[in-house]
């Protein structure tokens, strides 16, 4: 199984960024993909997840800011980000959790400005 993350980079408080994760070796339209973060000097926490009948899940204080979505043809979940704030600056992970076992890509470092 492979993740890979993009479309991280430095952006300014009150920008957008979207996220791509694209998936390989698995099945991708039958499973839940999730968004995690981890900011420095904290643990990782849960970002956003979407099951595999594309419902939305978010941490409650990134409600309305942040939207996940998935293309089952081109295999990728997205992260669309906005008015995004300094706290918010992390090394943003895609997961997927096949049978028991977490899956991580290498993440990207969203930063953000004041």
């Known amino acids: 199984v492979q993740l890979q993350a993009s479309g991280g980079g430095l952006v300014q408080a009150g920008g957008s960024l979207r996220l791509s994760c694209a998936v390989s070796g698995i099945i ?3 499973n839940d993909m999730g968004w995690y973060r981890q900011a420095p ?3 990782r ?5 979407i099951t ?17 979505s998935r293309d089952n043809a081109k295999r990728t979940v997205y992260l669309q980000m906005n008015s995004l704030k ?6 943003y992970y895609c ?5 028991g076992i977490d899956y991580w890509g290498k993440g990207t470092l969203v930063t953000v400005s004041s």
Do not use: C, H, M, W
């Not at 926490?45 to 997840?49: D, G, I, K, S």
């Not at 300094?86 to 090394?91: F, L």
């Open 41 to 43: 000097g904290k643990q």
């Open 95 to 99: 997961n997927v959790n096949k049978a």
């Open 52 to 68: 595999a009948f594309s419902n939305p899940n978010y941490a409650e204080s990134l409600k309305g800011r942040f939207t996940i």
């Open 86 to 91: 300094p706290e918010d600056t992390a090394v």
């Open 45 to 49: 926490e849960l970002v956003a997840t």
């Open 28 to 30: 991708f339209s039958i």
